[in-house]
């Protein structure tokens, strides 16, 4: 199978959370990027909304790259089943290749690791390490009231005129117009 020339990397929960559509969204984002001819970058596990975005992705035929630290292979049971496995040595080198290897990065609901990546990607961003869309999928409300506080947060001088940087969808398709990678993404070369 040929590496496609732009990959999403897909952060998100290794557990499946109480709503039904958190998986079905992450299912339907995978599916979506395949059918584009996009492929998946994520945290390499097979659980949770991780195993659904690849689960989705590879039922379409898509290239899925799974990035995962070895202190976590046995925890969030790496993936077997896909195009690529990357164990690195630690989170910082995990989050390096997966932004290094993306073009743009959609957020799925998740947990702190997920706020983390989330955060760091944006701060990467306003430092301009990198120009690549940063869009939160706002499943069902589920990020409402962090969204509230970022607005909080810009209205007291925090982020210093960028909170737009993070692009907000509702949808899959939201997601993927948001990220528009039609046009050539500059790539910087990202550290830990």
């Given amino acids: 199978m040929q590496i496609p020339e732009k990959s999403v990397a897909v952060f998100c929960a290794s557990a499946p959370g109480a709503r039904r559509q958190y998986a079905q969204e992450a299912e ?3 599916r979506a990027l395949a059918q584009r001819g996009l492929g998946l970058i994520y945290g390499g596990g097979k659980t949770g909304l991780m195993g659904a975005v690849a689960k989705g992705a590879l039922s379409a035929g898509g290239y899925v790259v799974g990035v995962i630290p070895q202190l976590l ?4 049971i790496a993936h077997d089943g896909l195009n690529e496995l990357h164990v690195t040595t630690t989170m910082h080198t995990r989050k390096a290749l997966m932004a290094e290897r993306a073009h743009a990065f959609i957020i799925l609901p998740g947990g702190y690791g997920t706020l983390e990546e989330m955060f760091e990607a944006l701060a990467w961003q306003t430092l ?4 690549k869309p ?3 999928l706002n ?3 589920f990020y ?5 506080f970022l607005d909080v947060c810009d209205r007291e001088g925090m982020l210093r005129g960028n909170r737009s940087v993070l692009l907000v969808a509702g949808s899959v ?3 993927l117009r948001l990220a528009d990678l ?3 993404a500059p790539l910087a070369a990202i550290g830990p």
């Fill in 28 to 30: 339907e984002l995978g």
């Fill in 73 to 76: 292979v046995d925890l969030e």
């Fill in 128 to 131: 301009r390490i990198h120009a």
């Fill in 134 to 136: 940063v869009i939160l």
């Fill in 139 to 141: 499943v069902d409300g």
């Fill in 144 to 148: 409402d009231a962090l969204l509230h």
């Fill in 173 to 175: 398709e939201q997601a």
């Fill in 182 to 184: 039609h046009q050539p």
